[in-house]
């Protein structure tokens, strides 16, 4: 199962782990896997090219980002993507789960 944990701050989101695999289907073949990792990667991408230092980024073991300024933009598309994994889980309610924590 993936599992995406959020911390917030009031309504600020702070960071966003990712971990774990889907087993919706075989290695390269799983839908689930495949998504979430268009989600992050493309929200990840956008941010940076509009602002290198509004987030902090590693995949080294899994993938977490960490934001380290709020602007408009960069809120905007991490509220975004985690819009988008929530409506994924919703689908894929054994492959993939998102929980939120506050800080």
Do not use: P, W
Request: aromatic letters at 6%; hydrophobic letters at 40%.
């Amino acid at each position: 199962m993936i599992k995406v944990l959020i911390k917030k701050k009031s309504d600020l989101y702070e960071s966003i782990n990712i971990s774990g695999h889907a087993n919706f289907d075989n290695f390269g073949k799983d839908i689930v896997c495949a998504a979430v990792s268009s989600i992050v990667i493309t929200s990840v991408n956008a941010i940076i090219r509009l602002d290198s230092d509004s987030i902090n980024y590693d995949e080294s073991n899994g993938i977490y980002i960490s934001i380290l300024k709020h602007n408009k933009i960069t809120d905007t598309l991490i509220y975004n993507m985690v819009n988008l994994l929530k409506e994924l889980e919703k689908q894929y309610k054994k492959n993939i789960i998102v929980s939120e924590e506050a800080l």
